[in-house]
């Protein structure tokens, strides 16, 4: 997993996206379809103002489209471009391969059992690796 995150986040540094315009991405990719931007500001856990101008940026460079929505009008729906979603695709596609590769050097039974439960993992809208982001010692004892 450690090699699968570190060709992610080369992917990732190469994109010149900051982490707040990837984080809405990412939300707007594991949604089951367009977004407020209220529902995008909970989601990343940003302010609705530092929320919008992330969007307003996104736009700007078409992975995001803004649109009204068809029942009130004062609120505007969030959704990928299709340029949007290769991009995650593409991210996605860099931590599939990077699980494949090593898989592949498991014994068939393993491999494909280890590949289902990494598969859940990667895809999922939680990220369990937070938790350990931070040692216990580093937690226990702030600087």
Same mark, same amino acid.
């Given at each position: 997993?450690?090699?699968?995150?570190?060709?992610?986040?080369?992917?990732?540094?190469?994109? &010149?996206?900051?982490?707040?315009?990837?984080?809405?991405?990412?939300?707007?990719?594991?949604?089951? !379809?367009?977004?407020?931007?209220? &529902?995008?500001?909970?989601?990343?856990?940003?302010?609705?103002?530092?929320? !919008?101008?992330?969007?307003?940026?996104?736009? !700007?460079?078409?992975?995001?489209?803004?649109?009204?929505?068809?029942?009130?009008?004062?609120?505007?729906?969030?959704?990928?471009?299709?340029? !949007?979603?290769?991009?995650?695709?593409?991210?996605?596609?860099?931590?599939?391969?990077?699980?494949?590769?090593?898989?592949?050097?498991?014994?068939?039974?393993?491999? &494909?059992?280890?590949?289902?439960?990494?598969?859940?993992?990667?895809?999922?809208?939680?990220?369990?690796?937070?938790?350990?982001?931070?040692?216990?010692?580093?937690?226990?004892?702030?600087?």
């Amino acid at each position: 997993m450690a090699v699968a995150k570190t060709n992610a986040t080369d992917f990732l540094a190469e994109s &010149e996206l900051t982490l707040s315009q990837l984080k809405v991405l990412f939300a707007l990719g594991s949604s089951d !379809g367009p977004m407020s931007v209220n &529902e995008l500001a909970d989601r990343i856990h940003l302010s609705l103002a530092a929320t !919008g101008r992330i969007i307003d940026k996104l736009v !700007g460079v078409t992975l995001v489209n803004r649109r009204e929505d068809t029942v009130d009008r004062r609120v505007k729906r969030i959704s990928l471009t299709d340029s !949007g979603q290769e991009f995650i695709d593409s991210e996605r596609a860099v931590m599939d391969d990077t699980i494949t590769r090593f898989v592949s050097t498991l014994p068939a039974d393993i491999g &494909e059992q280890l590949r289902a439960a990494l598969d859940r993992i990667v895809r999922a809208d939680t990220d369990y690796f937070a938790a350990c982001s931070h040692s216990p010692r580093t937690a226990a004892h702030p600087v």
